[in-house]
């Protein structure tokens, strides 16, 4: 495995939606002027000391705009090279749901310098193609950026203790919403099924690691999907309706009306 297809270093978050950036998770430290975007329905400000992390779905980033003085490093990652790096801990799904709620962390100074520091060690690490041991160098690298992004993020909203099996069966959840399970099959009961447990333990699960009840994930990642599809002329309502198993249009138009606050035709506008 050549880490320099894993690794792929950037000064602007212009490319954070390009497919050929589909399965990177994209690392940006910003140290001056700003950036504003859409992302999930949400409007961020990327300003001088924070860190942004997106995991893959940059496409879901919508209106970037760069200020005239903004200044950021991206480092891309691939999943594969992420899940090599990624250290012995249950944190990481924490996070992961975390971010894909705010993407930003807003760092102290002395979180800021150890930031920087550890961007520039992967930017030299890459860098040095005649290192015997370059890839294992590497390996340890991002592997420390992401101890101290897991130590950004504890010290921002407090550790929990994630018990192994907590930690597995959340996967497994996530794992069955990212695959796209949602677009047919919205009770919880469905995921409690699959995961040979009642529809009580995964809710009570998920809101130890995510903070939120199972069922919000559900409707989170549906409203998402419905959304980007919506904006998608070429689609009628009716055909993504169909797309989601909505027994009838009027049905999909509640759906869509009590969960993202609009009628679709609306949404489209």
Request: overall charge neutral; hydrophobic content about 35%.
């Amino acid at each position: 495995m050549d880490a320099i297809q894993h690794i792929i270093i950037d000064d602007t978050l212009r490319h954070v939606g390009d497919p050929c950036f589909a399965d990177y998770l994209c690392h940006a430290y910003c140290s001056g002027g700003f950036c504003t975007f859409d992302r999930n329905g949400k409007t961020f400000r990327f300003e001088a000391g924070d860190c942004l992390i997106i995991p893959r779905r940059g496409d879901l980033v919508k209106n970037l705009h760069e200020s005239e003085d903004f200044n950021v490093i991206v480092i891309y990652v691939t999943q594969q090279f992420i899940e090599i790096s990624t250290p012995a801990s249950n944190y990481g799904m924490r996070g992961h749901l975390a971010l894909f709620e705010n993407p930003i962390m807003r760092l102290n100074p002395a979180q800021q310098t150890v930031c920087r520091q550890n961007f520039e060690a992967i930017k030299r690490r890459l860098a040095d193609s005649d290192h015997c041991f370059r890839r294992d160098a590497l390996i340890n690298a991002v592997e420390c950026m992401i101890i101290d992004f897991f130590d950004f993020h504890a010290k921002l909203y407090g550790e929990d203790k994630i018990s192994s099996q907590n930690h597995q069966l959340m996967e497994q959840f996530v794992d069955m919403l990212e695959r796209g399970d949602y677009r047919h099959n919205r009770d919880i009961g469905y995921y409690a099924d699959k995961l040979c447990v009642t529809t009580k333990y995964l809710s009570e699960v998920s809101k130890k690691v995510s903070g939120l009840p199972a069922a919000y994930w559900i409707t989170r990642y549906t409203s998402l999907e419905i959304s980007r599809l919506l904006r998608n002329r070429r689609l009628s309502f009716t055909d993504i309706a169909d797309m989601f198993g909505f027994s009838s249009p009027a049905h999909f138009s509640r759906y869509v009306q009590k969960n993202l606050g609009a009628k679709p035709s609306e949404l489209r506008e």
